[in-house]
């Protein structure tokens, strides 16, 4: 059985303030990477993958994050147990949405070209992964200085019961990945562009994170002092940029 589901339910923005040290509470923001992962399996193999290797399967929290996703198609964290009840994937196994007659049977939620089609969990598709481990940091520092800020963050803010959280510049070598800015909330990026953890050291372009850069528009032979990378805001184009200039940055827990 397919069935369309109709309409987006519109809960709540991707962003919310993380508890940080006094001088700096609302400068750090929890922010959302969602990647499109190709490789098409059931609903819960694919639950699965993106519970190893990120946070979960997506949970789509706006109708502007939903077109934000416009280009991708894949199973979504999205679940209609037999007795109607939705739930996300990463949310409380209580949560309810709506509820529609869709038999005596459990499914998942595919999206494609922003309509969300309930199919079979043992069909194989694609799917989008959430990783929640970033951080946007709204205060202005050259490359060195964000790097420098975000490997502190490890004493600022890891806790007695969890103290082995790590933090570094943001690596993002995911070549179709997509960063969920939240436009419409109050506290945004303050600059268009946001330092991420690329460099250009050694001859080569490089990830702190030592995991390979894929990219074929990045220059082989980068103008001198334009040797770090950053994001621009609400896209996926790095832009090589001047180390010494002062942008917010990106932090990211490692794995």
Request: proline share 4%; hydrophobic share 40%; aromatic share 10%.
């Amino acid at each position: 059985m397919e069935r369309n589901i109709p309409g987006l339910l519109l809960l709540q923005l991707v962003f919310f303030v993380l508890p940080g040290p006094p001088c700096v509470v609302t400068s750090h923001l929890k922010i959302s990477k969602v990647v499109h992962v190709s490789l098409p399996k059931t609903w819960f193999a694919a639950r699965s993958y993106c519970r190893e290797t990120y946070t979960d399967l997506v949970t789509i929290r706006s109708e502007q994050d939903d077109i934000k996703l416009a280009m991708y198609e894949g199973w979504i964290g999205l679940r209609i147990g037999s007795d109607g009840v939705q739930s996300w994937s990463s949310e409380d196994a209580n949560t309810r949405l709506s509820i529609w007659n869709f038999g005596e049977q459990e499914l998942c939620v595919l999206r494609y070209n922003l309509i969300w089609e309930s199919q079979k969990c043992s069909h194989l598709h694609p799917f989008l992964c959430m990783d929640e481990r970033l951080i946007l940091v709204q205060e202005m520092k050259t490359w060195e200085e964000a790097l420098q800020h975000c490997r502190e963050l490890n004493d600022v803010e890891s806790t007695e019961e969890d103290n082995t959280l790590v933090y570094d510049l943001a690596s993002l070598p995911e070549a179709n990945n997509i960063l969920l800015f939240g436009e419409t909330t109050q506290l945004t990026a303050t600059t268009n562009e946001v330092w991420v953890g690329l460099r250009f050291l050694a001859g080569e372009w490089l990830w702190v994170s030592s995991e390979e850069v894929i990219s074929s528009y990045l220059p082989n032979c980068p103008a001198q002092q334009q040797h770090c990378g950053a994001l621009v805001h609400n896209s996926m184009q790095w832009k090589i940029m001047d180390c010494s200039e002062k942008r917010t940055f990106l932090c990211s827990i490692k794995p």
